[in-house]
Protein backbone atom coordinates (compact mmCIF):
# COMPACT_ATOMS: atom_id res chain seq x y z
CA UNK A 1 0.00 0.00 0.00
CA UNK A 2 2.74 2.47 0.88
CA UNK A 3 4.34 1.83 -2.64
CA UNK A 4 1.22 2.64 -4.26
CA UNK A 5 0.90 5.64 -2.33
CA UNK A 6 4.04 6.78 -3.37
CA UNK A 7 5.22 6.58 0.44
CA UNK A 8 8.36 4.93 -1.13
CA UNK A 9 10.46 4.87 2.27
CA UNK A 10 8.01 3.29 3.97
CA UNK A 11 7.27 0.59 1.56
CA UNK A 12 11.14 0.13 1.20
CA UNK A 13 11.93 -0.35 5.13
CA UNK A 14 8.68 -2.37 5.41
CA UNK A 15 9.79 -4.70 2.10
CA UNK A 16 13.28 -4.80 4.08
CA UNK A 17 12.25 -6.46 7.31
CA UNK A 18 9.83 -8.87 5.07
CA UNK A 19 12.73 -10.15 3.27
CA UNK A 20 14.65 -10.44 6.24
CA UNK A 21 12.32 -12.52 7.89
CA UNK A 22 11.37 -14.35 4.59
CA UNK A 23 13.70 -14.08 1.36
CA UNK A 24 10.74 -14.99 -1.02
CA UNK A 25 9.86 -11.58 -0.85
CA UNK A 26 12.48 -10.57 -3.19
CA UNK A 27 11.04 -12.37 -6.01
CA UNK A 28 7.58 -11.42 -4.84
CA UNK A 29 7.94 -7.78 -5.08
CA UNK A 30 9.51 -8.31 -8.76
CA UNK A 31 5.98 -9.57 -9.78
CA UNK A 32 3.80 -7.41 -7.73
CA UNK A 33 2.53 -4.80 -9.66
CA UNK A 34 2.26 -2.45 -6.97
CA UNK A 35 6.16 -2.10 -6.67
CA UNK A 36 6.83 -1.34 -10.33
CA UNK A 37 6.79 2.82 -9.50
CA UNK A 38 9.63 2.35 -7.15
CA UNK A 39 11.66 -0.81 -9.33
CA UNK A 40 14.51 1.39 -8.47
CA UNK A 41 14.44 1.64 -4.97
CA UNK A 42 13.76 -1.99 -4.75
CA UNK A 43 16.91 -2.82 -6.90
CA UNK A 44 18.83 -0.21 -4.38
CA UNK A 45 17.98 -2.36 -1.75
CA UNK A 46 18.99 -5.48 -3.18
CA UNK A 47 22.30 -3.73 -3.83
CA UNK A 48 23.13 -2.74 0.05
CA UNK A 49 21.60 -6.54 1.24
CA UNK A 50 23.68 -8.26 -0.86
CA UNK A 51 26.79 -5.82 -0.13
CA UNK A 52 25.57 -6.75 3.50
CA UNK A 53 26.13 -10.43 3.22
CA UNK A 54 29.49 -10.49 0.96
CA UNK A 55 31.00 -8.38 3.53
CA UNK A 56 29.98 -10.91 6.29
CA UNK A 57 31.25 -13.36 4.55
CA UNK A 58 34.15 -11.89 3.60
CA UNK A 59 34.91 -10.85 7.54
CA UNK A 60 33.95 -14.97 8.71
CA UNK A 61 34.79 -17.26 6.10
CA UNK A 62 38.47 -17.02 5.14
CA UNK A 63 39.46 -18.04 8.24
CA UNK A 64 37.21 -20.64 8.88
CA UNK A 65 37.90 -21.76 5.69
CA UNK A 66 42.07 -21.91 6.18
CA UNK A 67 41.26 -23.76 9.38
CA UNK A 68 39.64 -26.63 7.46
CA UNK A 69 42.55 -26.54 4.87
CA UNK A 70 45.07 -27.05 7.19
CA UNK A 71 43.17 -29.74 9.04
CA UNK A 72 42.68 -31.44 5.71
CA UNK A 73 46.38 -31.26 5.22
CA UNK A 74 47.46 -32.85 8.29
CA UNK A 75 45.10 -35.60 7.67
CA UNK A 76 46.11 -35.82 4.55
CA UNK A 77 50.11 -34.87 4.15
CA UNK A 78 50.50 -36.21 7.99
CA UNK A 79 48.98 -39.08 9.31
CA UNK A 80 46.97 -40.19 6.47
CA UNK A 81 47.00 -43.10 8.15
CA UNK A 82 44.66 -42.79 10.33
CA UNK A 83 41.73 -41.51 8.20
CA UNK A 84 42.74 -45.02 5.80
CA UNK A 85 41.54 -46.47 9.30
CA UNK A 86 38.32 -45.10 10.24
CA UNK A 87 35.93 -45.05 8.12
CA UNK A 88 33.67 -42.80 10.67
CA UNK A 89 35.94 -39.98 10.36
CA UNK A 90 36.47 -40.24 6.31
CA UNK A 91 32.82 -39.95 5.87
CA UNK A 92 32.95 -36.37 8.30
CA UNK A 93 36.07 -35.71 6.08
CA UNK A 94 34.10 -35.83 3.12
CA UNK A 95 30.79 -34.09 4.47
CA UNK A 96 32.94 -31.09 5.77
CA UNK A 97 34.32 -30.75 1.63
CA UNK A 98 30.61 -31.02 0.25
CA UNK A 99 29.58 -28.33 2.75
CA UNK A 100 32.88 -25.81 1.70
CA UNK A 101 32.30 -26.95 -1.55
CA UNK A 102 28.31 -25.48 -1.48
CA UNK A 103 29.51 -22.72 0.49
CA UNK A 104 31.85 -21.41 -2.46
CA UNK A 105 29.50 -22.52 -5.37
CA UNK A 106 26.68 -20.03 -3.32
CA UNK A 107 29.46 -17.17 -3.18
CA UNK A 108 30.02 -17.50 -6.91
CA UNK A 109 26.23 -17.19 -7.77
CA UNK A 110 26.57 -13.95 -5.88
CA UNK A 111 22.77 -13.63 -5.56
CA UNK A 112 21.43 -12.06 -2.25
CA UNK A 113 19.17 -15.42 -1.63
CA UNK A 114 22.73 -17.54 -2.15
CA UNK A 115 25.09 -15.35 0.00
CA UNK A 116 22.27 -15.48 2.43
CA UNK A 117 22.50 -19.61 2.61
CA UNK A 118 26.35 -19.31 2.21
CA UNK A 119 26.38 -17.25 5.60
CA UNK A 120 24.37 -19.64 7.03
CA UNK A 121 26.25 -22.62 5.98
CA UNK A 122 29.78 -20.44 6.91
CA UNK A 123 28.53 -19.97 11.19
CA UNK A 124 27.93 -23.82 10.96
CA UNK A 125 31.64 -24.84 9.65
CA UNK A 126 32.70 -24.49 13.07
CA UNK A 127 31.13 -27.96 14.58
CA UNK A 128 32.12 -30.38 11.79
CA UNK A 129 35.86 -28.77 11.69
CA UNK A 130 35.40 -29.34 15.81
CA UNK A 131 33.94 -33.04 15.78
CA UNK A 132 36.93 -33.95 13.40
CA UNK A 133 39.67 -32.00 15.52
CA UNK A 134 38.33 -34.30 18.41
CA UNK A 135 37.47 -37.95 16.13
CA UNK A 136 41.03 -37.18 14.99
CA UNK A 137 43.23 -36.74 18.59
CA UNK A 138 40.99 -39.28 20.07
CA UNK A 139 42.29 -41.76 17.26
CA UNK A 140 46.04 -40.52 17.57
CA UNK A 141 45.98 -41.12 21.66
CA UNK A 142 45.16 -44.68 20.55
CA UNK A 143 47.26 -44.81 18.33
CA UNK A 144 49.96 -43.19 20.74
CA UNK A 145 48.57 -45.78 23.42
CA UNK A 146 49.18 -48.56 21.42
CA UNK A 147 52.59 -47.54 20.22
CA UNK A 148 54.18 -47.28 23.84
CA UNK A 149 52.67 -50.31 24.56
CA UNK A 150 54.68 -52.01 21.37
CA UNK A 151 58.04 -50.07 23.07
CA UNK A 152 57.62 -51.54 26.30
CA UNK A 153 57.05 -54.76 25.12
CA UNK A 154 59.99 -54.59 22.82
CA UNK A 155 62.44 -52.93 25.73
CA UNK A 156 61.06 -55.97 27.84
CA UNK A 157 61.92 -58.22 25.01
CA UNK A 158 65.07 -56.88 24.45
CA UNK A 159 66.18 -56.97 28.07
CA UNK A 160 65.27 -60.58 28.27
CA UNK A 161 67.83 -61.46 25.15
CA UNK A 162 70.62 -60.14 26.88
CA UNK A 163 70.03 -61.66 30.20
CA UNK A 164 69.76 -64.66 28.80
CA UNK A 165 72.79 -63.72 26.54
CA UNK A 166 74.85 -62.83 29.64
CA UNK A 167 74.11 -66.06 31.01
CA UNK A 168 75.04 -68.28 28.07
CA UNK A 169 78.26 -65.96 27.96
CA UNK A 170 79.02 -66.11 31.62
CA UNK A 171 78.70 -70.27 31.37
CA UNK A 172 80.60 -70.15 27.93
CA UNK A 173 83.68 -68.02 30.02
CA UNK A 174 83.32 -70.60 32.55
CA UNK A 175 84.00 -73.88 30.08
CA UNK A 176 86.64 -71.87 28.53
CA UNK A 177 88.64 -70.98 31.52
CA UNK A 178 87.90 -74.96 32.51
CA UNK A 179 89.71 -75.98 29.43
CA UNK A 180 92.34 -73.61 29.78
CA UNK A 181 93.15 -74.29 33.02
CA UNK A 182 93.72 -77.84 32.31
CA UNK A 183 95.57 -76.90 28.87
CA UNK A 184 97.75 -74.83 31.34
CA UNK A 185 98.75 -77.76 33.24
CA UNK A 186 99.02 -79.70 30.15
CA UNK A 187 101.89 -76.71 29.30
CA UNK A 188 103.47 -76.86 32.65
CA UNK A 189 103.91 -80.50 33.08
CA UNK A 190 105.60 -80.57 29.28
CA UNK A 191 107.28 -77.87 30.51
CA UNK A 192 108.88 -78.29 33.63
CA UNK A 193 108.93 -82.97 33.72
CA UNK A 194 109.70 -82.55 30.02
CA UNK A 195 112.55 -79.93 29.81
CA UNK A 196 113.85 -81.58 33.14
CA UNK A 197 114.13 -85.65 31.76
CA UNK A 198 115.37 -83.82 28.15
CA UNK A 199 117.99 -81.55 29.93
CA UNK A 200 118.97 -85.06 31.85
CA UNK A 201 119.22 -87.09 28.84
CA UNK A 202 121.35 -84.20 27.10
CA UNK A 203 123.99 -83.67 30.33
CA UNK A 204 124.86 -87.11 30.14
CA UNK A 205 127.10 -87.49 27.41
CA UNK A 206 129.26 -91.06 25.94
CA UNK A 207 132.85 -89.86 24.79
CA UNK A 208 134.84 -92.62 23.19
CA UNK A 209 138.22 -92.38 24.33
CA UNK A 210 140.68 -91.97 21.45
CA UNK A 211 142.30 -95.49 21.89
CA UNK A 212 138.75 -97.04 22.02
CA UNK A 213 139.18 -98.50 24.99
CA UNK A 214 136.07 -97.21 27.84
CA UNK A 215 133.30 -94.33 28.50
CA UNK A 216 134.03 -91.08 29.24
CA UNK A 217 130.99 -89.35 31.61
CA UNK A 218 130.70 -86.02 31.13
CA UNK A 219 128.14 -84.43 33.40
CA UNK A 220 126.98 -81.03 31.57
CA UNK A 221 124.90 -78.74 34.39
CA UNK A 222 124.93 -75.44 31.74
CA UNK A 223 123.14 -77.82 28.69
CA UNK A 224 120.77 -79.12 31.46
CA UNK A 225 119.72 -75.38 32.47
CA UNK A 226 119.24 -74.55 28.99
CA UNK A 227 117.70 -77.31 27.48
CA UNK A 228 115.18 -76.95 30.57
CA UNK A 229 114.80 -73.25 29.36
CA UNK A 230 113.88 -73.80 25.97
CA UNK A 231 111.40 -76.47 26.77
CA UNK A 232 110.14 -74.18 28.80
CA UNK A 233 109.96 -71.22 26.21
CA UNK A 234 108.16 -73.94 23.94
CA UNK A 235 105.67 -74.77 26.53
CA UNK A 236 104.85 -70.96 27.14
CA UNK A 237 104.48 -69.88 23.51
CA UNK A 238 102.54 -73.93 23.12
CA UNK A 239 100.13 -72.59 25.72
CA UNK A 240 99.33 -69.13 24.21
CA UNK A 241 98.99 -70.53 20.53
CA UNK A 242 96.61 -73.11 22.13
CA UNK A 243 94.91 -70.80 24.02
CA UNK A 244 94.07 -68.40 21.25
CA UNK A 245 93.40 -71.69 18.90
CA UNK A 246 90.78 -72.93 21.50
CA UNK A 247 88.76 -69.69 21.87
CA UNK A 248 88.51 -69.46 18.23
CA UNK A 249 86.80 -72.42 18.07
CA UNK A 250 85.31 -72.76 21.59
CA UNK A 251 81.23 -72.81 20.64
CA UNK A 252 80.13 -69.28 21.58
CA UNK A 253 77.37 -66.80 19.59
CA UNK A 254 78.08 -63.62 19.22
CA UNK A 255 75.78 -60.73 21.31
CA UNK A 256 72.82 -60.75 19.84
CA UNK A 257 70.85 -58.04 17.49
CA UNK A 258 68.54 -56.16 19.85
CA UNK A 259 65.12 -55.30 17.93
CA UNK A 260 64.91 -51.55 16.61
CA UNK A 261 62.05 -49.44 17.78
CA UNK A 262 63.31 -46.75 16.18
CA UNK A 263 59.69 -46.98 13.65
CA UNK A 264 57.92 -46.82 16.77
CA UNK A 265 59.35 -44.02 18.61
CA UNK A 266 59.17 -42.00 14.82
CA UNK A 267 55.13 -42.54 15.07
CA UNK A 268 55.41 -41.64 18.19
CA UNK A 269 56.72 -38.12 17.86
CA UNK A 270 55.00 -38.02 14.75
CA UNK A 271 51.81 -38.23 16.16
CA UNK A 272 52.43 -36.24 18.73
CA UNK A 273 53.40 -33.42 16.79
CA UNK A 274 49.86 -34.19 14.97
CA UNK A 275 48.17 -33.98 18.54
CA UNK A 276 49.50 -30.67 19.11
CA UNK A 277 48.78 -29.20 15.85
CA UNK A 278 44.99 -29.97 15.59
CA UNK A 279 44.52 -29.15 19.27
CA UNK A 280 46.36 -25.48 18.56
CA UNK A 281 43.96 -25.82 15.47
CA UNK A 282 40.79 -26.19 17.19
CA UNK A 283 41.48 -24.24 19.76
CA UNK A 284 41.76 -21.39 17.82
CA UNK A 285 38.96 -18.91 16.81
Known amino acids: CSAFTNDTATAIDMLEKAIRIDVDYCDKCYNDKDFFSIIKDIESLFRRLLNEQSDMIS ?12 LFKIISM ?28 LIKRNSYRDLLEANDKIEQLPSPISDICIDVISALKGKIESLENDIRTIELSNK ?73 VIAFWGYFIHKKFIKRVYPY ?33
Open 78 to 105: DIPEIAESNLKLRQKCYSLESHIYRINT
Open 59 to 70: KSFPAKKEKATE
Open 253 to 285: SDEPTNRDSSHEDNLLKKYSNAIAQITILHNSK
Open 160 to 232: NLQSKWMEKKQAWYKKLNERLDDIEVGWKVFGWIGGFLLGLTTCTINFVNTDGVGDEVSNNFGIWIITWAICG
